[in-house]
């Protein structure tokens, strides 16, 4: 029983900035990564950025430089800092986790997803 919840979602202007969040709960024995996707509409889903549990992460050439994912290992938390936000930003973003239940065996791994949050930037 895991669930993920995002928010932080809104309408912004070009140049300006959101911090999404996105929390995962209920039966974790790990979480071996955690990342942001983002789709819009008549797009296929794109990773925009992952964190590792070894705290290793990965970003999208789109995003690099203007978005950082961060974490919170005491409430299984991550980030998505945006800045410099551009009308080709506008999505929904997805939060999935890689995680272990306290059910299953070490390295068994089980993909969850959040909700999604809208992100749009106007021009």
């Known amino acids: 029983q895991v669930q993920l919840v995002e928010s932080g979602g809104g309408l912004v202007q070009a140049g300006g900035s959101l911090r999404l969040s996105c929390t995962a709960s209920g039966s974790i024995f790990s979480i071996n990564a955690m990342t942001w996707y983002r789709q819009a509409p008549g797009k296929q889903r794109e990773l925009v950025a992952k964190i590792t549990a070894g705290g290793s992460t990965n970003y999208v050439d789109s995003v690099k430089g203007r978005f950082t994912i961060s974490r919170d290992n005491s409430n299984n938390t991550i980030y998505l800092q945006m800045n410099s936000l551009k009308p080709e930003d506008t999505a929904v973003y997805y939060c999935?986790?890689?995680?272990?239940?306290?059910?299953?065996?070490?390295?068994?791994?089980?993909?969850?997803w959040g909700q999604g949050t809208q992100v749009t930037v106007s021009s």
């Open positions: 999935n986790a890689e995680i272990t239940p306290f059910s299953h065996k070490p390295y068994t791994y089980f993909s969850y």
